[in-house]
T-cell receptor
Framework: IAGITQAPTSQILAAGRRMTLRCTQD?????MYWYRQDLGLGLRLIHY???????GKGEVPDGYSVSRANTDDFPLTLASAVPSQTSVYFC????????????FGEGSRLTVL | QKEVEQDPGPLSVPEGAIVSLNCTYS??????FMWYRQYSRKGPELLMY????GNKEDGRFTAQVDKSSKYISLFIRDSQPSDSATYLC?????????FGTGTSLTVIP
């Protein structure tokens, strides 16, 4: 089934550790996004990529980095995790940046202790 | 001020009721308007999508956009327990999507 695959589904991490959340899509979409979802705050954009080779900062980029080496993969890295990064992370993609349907993965639930 | 404001609820209705979910937005340049449904511990999935203003109907769901008042609504007719979820309004402009915080809906059998 075509769509977005995120890994891991769930992870508990010690503060200060490095963590990479993986995201792969098989729809050949140009644009990809990383959001975090927190109770009462909704979905907040962390980083985005309009096309392979380019990335941009969203609303809450601090402490996170991304890369877009090819169309399909868009990993999110926490260089040194902190407890405030405990959240549910969603990867998403769309065929055209800012237009059409935004497809979401099932999420990665991260707990930083 | 957030780009999109949404009443968080929670909203609890009996089965068969008509549900009205609402959002307001601040930027008149928004062109694409969407409603997403999110079940517990799942990713959001697109429910309705409209471009510019007006109404769009799909089965029991009707999306309404009023650009003059910057107000969007989702109506659910004959609500079912399977409609119990969080509903997120979203708008897009340029290369960005903007989401409301979501309204939690429970339909009681």
């Amino acid at each position: 089934i075509a769509g977005i695959t995120q890994a891991p589904t769930s992870q508990i991490l010690a503060a200060g550790r490095r963590m990479t959340l993986r995201c792969t899509q098989d729809m050949r979409h140009n644009a990809m996004y990383w959001y975090r979802q927190d109770l009462g705050l909704g979905l907040r954009l962390i980083h985005y990529s309009n096309t392979a080779g380019t990335t941009g900062k969203g609303e809450v980029p601090d402490g996170y980095s991304v890369s877009r080496a090819n169309t399909d993969d868009f990993p999110l890295t926490l260089a040194s995790a902190v407890p405030s990064q405990t959240s549910v992370y969603f990867c998403a993609s769309s065929g055209l940046a800012g237009q059409g349907e935004l497809f979401f993965g099932e999420g990665s639930r991260l707990t930083v202790l | 001020q957030k780009e999109v404001e949404q009443d968080p609820g929670p909203l609890s209705v009996p089965e068969g009721a008509i549900v009205s979910l609402n959002c307001t937005y601040s930027n008149s340049a928004f062109q694409y308007f969407m409603w997403y449904r999110q079940y517990s511990r799942k990713g959001p999935e697109l429910l309705m999508y409209t471009y510019s203003s007006g109404n769009k109907e799909d089965g029991r769901f009707t999306a309404q956009v009023d650009k003059s008042s910057k107000y969007i609504s989702l109506f659910i007719r004959d609500s079912q327990p399977s409609d119990s979820a969080t509903y997120l309004c979203a708008q897009s402009m340029g290369n960005q999507f903007y989401f409301g915080t979501g309204t939690s809906l429970t339909v009681i059998p």
